[in-house]
C-alpha cells in the first residue's frame, strides 16, 4: 500500500545534540510537509517543499531545517534541541496540480521526540 | 487570511449515540475543508473533505458532514458512536500554495 513512512517512531537525544528524523512516503507526492505538534495541541506547520522549492513559515526557529534529496525522502535536523523542542513531529505528503491547487495532506505516524 | 474554530474541545457521548463535532471556519478564498482523526500516538488520518463538490460529503467510519457557506460551518456528525471513535479530532481549512490552518482539536470521549 503506498503510504507516508517515519523512522523512527521514537527519538531520544541530548539537549544541544543534533538529530533528523526522516520521512518517506511510496505516494510520489511532489509536496512534502513538516509539522510540529505539542501536547494537546493542534499541529503547526514548520515548512513545505514543493517539488525542490523550500518554503520555511515565518515563525519556524533557525533551529529547524529541512532536506529533501529526491522525491521520496525528506528529513527534519534540529540543530541544538532544547527542551521546548519535545514534540510529536510528523511528516505529510500531497499533490499539487499544474495550476497550483494543493490536494489532500496524507500524514504518516508521526515521530515522538524526546530531549533528555 | 483563514482561522478555523473547533467550537468544542471535549465532547463526551455515550455508545450508540450521536456525535456532533461542531467546526466553523473563515477563508477570503473558497476553501478545501477536511477532517481529521488522530488516536493517541498516531499519526492523522484523514476522515472526510468537502472542496466545492457536494455539500453533504460522507467519510470513512460512518461520519459525514455538511458544508454550510452560509453559516461559514462544516460539523462532524455520525449517528451511532462506537467505542473506537474516542480520539481526537482536526477540522482543517486550506487554501492554495499549501496553507492548511487547523483547528485547536476536539476530544471525543465514547461512554459504555
Known amino acids: 500500500d503506498a503510504m507516508v513512512i517515519q523512522n523512527p517512531r521514537y527519538q531520544v537525544t541530548q539537549f544541544g545534540k543534533p538529530v533528523t528524523l526522516s520521512c518517506s512516503q511510496t505516494?510520489?507526492?511532489?509536496?512534502m510537509y513538516w509539522y510540529q505538534q505539542k501536547s494537546s495541541q493542534a499541529p503547526k506547520l514548520l515548512f513545505h517543499?514543493?517539488?525542490?522549492?523550500?518554503?520555511n513559515e515565518a515563525d519556524t526557529p533557525d533551529n529547524f531545517q529541512s532536506r529533501r534529496p529526491n522525491t521520496s525522502f525528506c528529513f527534519l535536523d534540529i540543530r541544538s534541541p532544547g527542551l521546548g523542542d519535545a514534540a510529536m513531529y510528523l511528516c505529510a505528503t500531497s499533490r499539487a496540480s499544474a495550476t497550483g491547487i494543493f490536494e489532500t495532506q496524507y500524514f504518516g505516524p508521526g515521530t515522538r521526540l524526546l530531549v533528555l | 487570511a483563514q482561522s478555523v474554530t473547533q467550537l468544542d474541545s471535549h465532547v463526551s457521548v455515550s455508545e450508540g449515540t450521536p456525535v456532533l463535532l461542531r467546526c466553523n471556519y473563515s477563508s477570503s478564498y473558497s476553501p478545501s475543508l477536511f477532517w481529521y482523526v488522530q488516536h493517541p500516538n498516531k499519526g492523522l488520518q484523514l476522515l472526510l473533505k468537502?472542496?466545492?463538490?457536494?455539500?453533504l460529503v460522507k467519510g470513512i467510519n460512518g461520519f459525514e458532514a455538511e458544508f454550510k457557506k452560509s453559516e461559514t460551518s462544516f460539523h462532524l456528525t455520525k449517528p451511532s458512536a462506537h467505542m473506537s471513535d474516542a480520539a481526537e479530532y482536526f477540522c482543517v481549512v486550506t487554501r492554495g500554495a499549501g496553507k492548511s490552518t487547523f483547528g485547536d482539536g476536539t476530544t471525543l470521549t465514547v461512554k459504555p
Open positions: 505516494l510520489n507526492h511532489n509536496v
Open positions: 468537502y472542496t466545492s463538490a457536494a455539500t
Open positions: 517543499y514543493y517539488d525542490k522549492d523550500f518554503n
